[in-house]
């Protein structure tokens, strides 16, 4: 059985280095081509007509003037009359014509007529005794679910705990499959108990989500010698990627489809299409280079990517691009559910802490949403929880980056963090000493805990809270820990070895700016034992052998895995033909440094394309796949911990926070490349600044509408909100070994509650919930002030 | 049109010429005027002097973009970003804001940054182009660009190139900025990822190599 192991440190030549993205110089000269830079022959320009109320119904569409005016190609309704809109900005009417002037205007001349229905926008605390239970799901129920986009596993677990009214026929399964709704979902409704007695009751904006209790939490709390009660929050913000969602679509044939999509899932949108084009999936051809920012929000073709087709085949075929305006991205494309909490928590003197208790509630828009994981990473042994989902109309969620972590985080941190203010302890100290009930990773948080507050300087600068309020600036320190999973997706790759010594290496996955092309090829030059930019590497399109989606930190163990389980079967197979002539046998051979040679007697080598060139005429081609039981070990692996910090500096006069450093430290196992392992970190805690202090959808309770659609008002942290940054990766021993683990999610956790942390031991108050913008500051300060 | 206003009438046979100066335009908007949907030269009698109108039809347009010269008939109201990316095919500068907030569209303009989405294209006839496409000179970065490399200062990278115009233009300016100089001369341009990190090195970088 051929090793597959990852070698260890001092065999390899390239994996756990320093290496420069390979990408770069495209990117930095604008060679590089996103799906927005697509420009097909004889393209046309797609604009859409959106609904501007948050929940009404269709009355009426009249689209015969946009038909007639010059230079429009073709006019789609997407939603026509009877259809309920359930956000404001949703697709109704699209156009395709010559250019954009031309479609714009066409949009301009389209009438709809609307029933306008109640909504609702509000995150607020629900009023008491709102929250309904969740009854048996009908099929118009489901449908809906689908309208509004909830997340494949939410609906399966809403379908396997409440059951179903009616059992549906194959028909109205392949309904919902045009619909959207995954196979899991369809096996759920499949499986799902039969409560046919209970009709559709009238649906709650407010659903009881979850209630759960561990331990005794009455005994907990009767034990506890200091509790501390607080409330927190986080909003819902939008994913706002700088390239739009979008894409290009055009008929090859009549029932060939040819797509340039920004999507973080190549390989699995031809079976998202299939079934609403009415198409095989092999009839469906994606291609992507580049995508400017998914961040979870770009997994599905979505209702646009399906209209675009349609509207290209109403145009003969031609190719039609439909990417949205700013303030569609930022109103329809995916926000991050909001999380809120009336949180009570229980410790001994000593600080152990011994009892929580939760009332919680948030939004996914008209979804709902489940509880996020609380209390975070710390398993306390007695607790009661109970979570409310709040249906409204501010749009559908979506996942971004560790879905329900960062909210958990700010809940649960936070509340701890004023617990440990209570004790009048010093929180690395309090968390310290309650580091037992992280387990399994205490080892890991105790020695990633060392290091960061020595980066941070921790012991200088913390204070306790309110001892520091001399002059109109104030500082101060916080700290918030995390955790994640990740493992690798599946992923399958060809590998191909070319008797003229050069190498390709083919693969359906898509490289979101995390450094994944490069890290494929460090993994597949490292093996083969030759210069990455001996072999080409050809990502993003569905012609390649597929790989999964970039989602949950899978992408990294799902494509090193891949590739290196098919760099080192190709390698050994090219060992077998190159042998005979070295007078060796092939386990005794190693490829090194551009040569193939016998182990330990270097008399005995060929350079690689001398050993290539043994290959005969015929090229040698290898799958290389994950997962594969029949090629152990596992080369990724799953759970991580991490720490970080935050000094921040509060102008207590005009409520200004600063933040003025930040210090990451994170385990990810195995680190295939410490430059973009870093980076993606350094970008975590910029994005993370950038929701603390700024990022909030706001919606007009007035009309509905998201007030702040574009890139002024919804602001993003820039060069001038940005600090000293340290980041620390934990590899060595300890790490290497536990296989290549991915780092999308985690660092991006922890920046919202260490900087609330930091504000509140700053200005020696509580700032309830994000963004921490001034009013809020000074609100805050108010309160104590007058308290 | 309204042809019972004396001030107002059309003649048919002047030169084509796109240029509108601030103060015919200040004219033009002054009066009430329906223009017919063609193309072609045009001017308006008002506030007795002639003055040209263009549009709403295509007219045609000419640039200097890199260099090279380039043609095409456009509808007034089309910006620099929107010709440069659909007509002229230099997809370099990137659609993100489309209203002069986040600078991915920034290219240079006489030589000075500015937002190419809020510069209308016939604005920009007779004013030397320059894209981030031009920066690479016979397949060698630019000493900015290999410093984005080197820090790893791009990760989605639909930013970079606006940033990379943007931190030419300014460095050329400030060859030793100081801190806060990069601060306030740079904050033209946003980022989702997070790269700024890697930028503040690039300009720490040139910073050093220009003393």
Known sequence: ?787 | MRDDDPNLKVSEDKPESSRVSRRDFLKISGISVAVPLVAGPQTVLAAGEEVPVHGPGKVPMEFTINGKSYKANLEPRVTLLDALRDEFELTGAKRVCDRAECGACTVLMENKPVYACSVLAIEAQRKPITTVEALMQNGKLHPVQQAFVDSDASQCGFCTPGFVVACKAFLDKHPQPSPEDVRRGLSGNLCRCGTYHGIQQVIAQMAQKGA
């Open chain 1, 1 to 787: 059985m051929p090793d597959y192991a990852w070698p260890d440190a001092e065999h390899r030549t390239l994996i756990g280095k320093r290496i420069t993205r390979v990408d770069s110089p495209a990117k930095v000269s604008g060679q590089a081509k996103y799906t927005y830079d697509v420009h097909r022959p004889g393209m046309l320009y797609g604009k859409v007509l959106r609904c501007p109320y948050p929940h009404a119904k269709v009355v009426s569409v009249d689209t015969s003037a946009a038909e007639k005016m010059p230079g429009v190609k073709a006019v789609h309704i997407v939603q026509g009359p009877g259809a309920n809109i359930h956000w404001a900005g949703d697709d109704i009417v699209a156009v395709a014509a010559v250019d954009e002037r031309a479609a714009e205007d066409a949009i301009g001349a389209i009438k709809v007529t609307y029933q306008q229905l109640p909504y609702l926008v509000s995150d607020a605390e629900p009023p008491q005794g709102a929250a309904q239970e969740q009854g048996p799901l009908s099929m118009d129920d489901i449908d809906d679910m689908l309208d509004n986009q909830v997340p494949s596993q939410q609906m399966v677990n809403q379908i396997q705990q409440y059951g179903i009214t009616a059992k549906p026929t194959e028909d109205i399964l392949k309904m919902l499959k045009s619909d959207g709704a995954t196979d899991a979902v369809l096996d759920a409704i499949r499986a799902a108990t039969l409560h046919p007695g209970a009709g559709t009751q009238t649906k709650s904006n407010y659903q009881k989500a979850a209630a759960q209790t561990l331990g005794d939490p009455d005994k907990g709390f009767a034990e506890a010698e200091v509790v501390s009660e607080g409330v927190y929050g986080i909003p819902v913000i939008t994913h706002c990627c700088l390239e739009s969602h979008g894409s290009i679509s055009e008929w090859t044939d009549e029932d060939h489809l040819f797509t340039h999509i920004s999507t973080q899932n190549v390989s699995g949108i031809p079976g998202q299409m299939a079934e609403p084009l009415k198409i095989p999936a092999t009839n469906i051809h994606v291609h992507q280079d580049h995508i400017g920012g998914g961040f979870g929000s770009k997994f599905s073709p979505d209702r646009w990517g399906i209209y675009t087709a349609e509207i290209s085949k109403k145009a003969d075929g031609k190719p039609v691009r439909v990417m949205l305006e700013r303030d569609a991205e930022l109103k329809v494309a995916g926000a991050r559910p909001s999380a809120y909490a009336r949180v009570k928590v229980g410790a001994k003197k000593d600080g152990t802490i011994v009892a929580w208790q939760s009332e919680s509630w948030g939004t996914g828009g008209p979804g709902g949403g489940g509880m996020p994981p609380i209390p975070y990473v710390f398993t306390i042994p007695n607790q009661r929880k109970q979570h409310t989902a709040i249906r409204n109309n501010i749009g559908p969620a979506r996942a971004w980056r560790a879905p329900n972590h960062p909210q958990a985080a700010v809940l649960t941190m936070c509340a701890l963090d004023d617990l440990a203010a209570k004790l009048n302890m010093d929180p690395v100290e309090f968390f310290g000493k309650n580091l037992d009930i992280t387990k399994p990773r205490q080892d890991i948080y105790r020695e990633e805990l060392a290091i960061a507050s020595d980066l941070m300087g921790w012991k200088q600068k913390w204070h306790p809270r309110g001892q520091n309020e001399s002059g109109g600036t104030v500082r101060g320190v916080g700290v918030s820990f995390h955790t994640w999973g990740g493992r690798g997706h599946s992923s399958d790759c060809d590998l191909t070895i070319h008797p003229d010594g050069s190498v390709d290496l083919k693969m359906g996955s898509q490289d979101l700016g995390t450094g994944t092309r490069t890290c494929i090829l460090m993994v597949a030059a490292d093996t083969l034992g030759i210069p990455m930019e001996a072999i080409q590497l050809q990502i993003g399109d569905t012609n390649y052998p597929r790989s999964g989606g970039s989602g949950g930190s899978t992408t990294i163990g799902g494509v090193s895995s891949s590739t290196r389980r098919g760099a080192v079967d190709a390698r050994d197979a090219l060992f077998a033909k190159v042998a005979p002539s070295l007078n060796a046998q092939p386990d005794q051979l190693e490829c090194v440094n551009g040569t193939v040679r016998v182990k330990g007697d270097s008399s005995k080598s060929l350079s690689w394309k001398e050993a290539c060139s043994k290959l005969g005429a015929m090229p040698l081609t290898v799958r290389g796949k994950n997962p594969d039981k029949d090629k152990p070990p596992d080369l990724t692996n799953s759970g991580v911990g991490g720490v970080q910090m935050a000094e921040v500096e509060v102008d207590i006069e005009t409520g200004i926070v600063k933040v003025k450093k930040m210090v990451a430290v994170q385990d990810c196992g195995l680190v295939v490349n410490l430059k973009t392992a870093e980076s993606q970190c350094h970008g975590a805690l910029i994005m993370g600044i950038s929701y603390a202090l700024f990022e909030e959808k706001v919606m007009d309770q007035a009309t509905g509408r998201m007030l702040n659609a574009d890139m002024q008002f919804y602001r993003l942290a820039g060069l001038n909100d940005i600090p000293e940054l340290v980041v620390h990766m934990m590899t060595g021993k300890g790490y290497d070994e536990r296989g290549v683990i991915g780092l999308g999610e985690p660092p991006v956790i922890s920046p919202g509650a260490a900087i609330s942390n930091a504000v509140a031991n700053a200005i020696g108050v509580r700032v309830s919930f994000l963004p921490l913008t001034p009013d809020r500051v000074l609100a805050a300060l108010g309160q104590k002030a007058g308290a």
